[in-house]
Antibody, heavy 119, light 110 residues
Framework: QVQLQESGPGLVKPSETLSLTCGVSGYSISSGNYWGWIRQPPGKGLEWIGTIYHSGSTYYNPSLKSRVTISVDMPKNQFSLKLTSVTAADTAVYYC????????????WGQGTLVTVPS | QSVLTQPPSASGTPGQRVTISCSGSSSNIGSKTVTWYQHLPGTAPKLLIYNNDQRPSRVPDRFSGSKSGTSASLAISGLQSEDEADYYCTAWDDSLNGVVFGGGTKLTVL
């Protein structure tokens, strides 16, 4: 069974770049699957950030597209999220997730990691 | 403002049947499949329904999904206290070229 674990700084300064990594165990990224990032700001709903296919093709949320990069590191069996020029509005619990069938659904999720951008 | 519209709250008593609606448009629900998640605070969201009405084997058959036109629904029968959670619908949106979520519905078991 696929297991995912987010890691990265819990505090990022305004205007800097948020960088998170999702470590994958129980499955080789090079074998396939769609790998995504979703976030939940405090007191708000879930928001899709973007999805990458193992080959490197990506789709991003249009509202974040200019600031987001998702990439795959096959030797390390992990994938990453970079979000530039962060503001307090980017404070959220960030989840990594994956599915074997499609861009838009996620069957396996990490536990999430809180990233705070002070105002 | 979410692209998919859900009621912010729903409630029911143990044993009851509850439905949660999700309204969209022709560019998402009207032409794409709907997925539903259950989310308990502090935990990872759980896939409940995919392809409008398909249920992973680990999900109890008390949960069911349906779709008609540009709307979808999640039904929970035989409501249990552990069903108290937030529920989200999602779909691909062809106009936005991305995944859209509903705002979420907080289900309370009275």
């Amino acid at each position: 069974q696929v297991q995912l674990q987010e890691s990265g700084p819990g505090l990022v300064k305004p205007s800097e770049t948020l960088s998170l990594t999702c470590g994958v165990s129980g499955y080789s990224i090079s074998s396939g699957n769609y790998w995504g990032w979703i976030r939940q700001p405090p007191g708000k709903g879930l928001e899709w950030i973007g999805t990458i296919y193992h080959s490197g093709s990506t789709y991003y949320n249009p509202s974040l597209k200019s600031r987001v990069t998702i990439s795959v590191d096959m030797p390390k069996n992990q994938f990453s999220l970079k979000l530039t020029s962060v503001t307090a509005a980017d404070t959220a619990v960030y989840y990594c997730a994956t599915d074997s069938h499609s861009w838009e659904r996620f069957d396996y999720w990490g536990q999430g990691t809180l990233v705070t951008v002070p105002s | 403002q979410s692209v998919l519209t859900q009621p912010p709250s729903a409630s029911g008593t143990p044993g009851q049947r509850v439905t949660i609606s999700c309204s969209g448009s022709s560019s998402n629900i009207g032409s794409k499949t709907v997925t539903w998640y259950q989310h308990l605070p502090g935990t990872a969201p759980k896939l409940l329904i995919y392809n409008n009405d398909q249920r992973p084997s680990r999900v109890p058959d008390r949960f069911s999904g349906s779709k008609s036109g540009t709307s979808a629904s999640l039904a929970i029968s035989g409501l249990q206290s552990e069903d108290e959670a937030d529920y989200y619908c999602t779909a691909w949106d062809d106009s936005l070229n991305g995944v859209v979520f509903g705002g979420g519905t907080k289900l309370t078991v009275l």
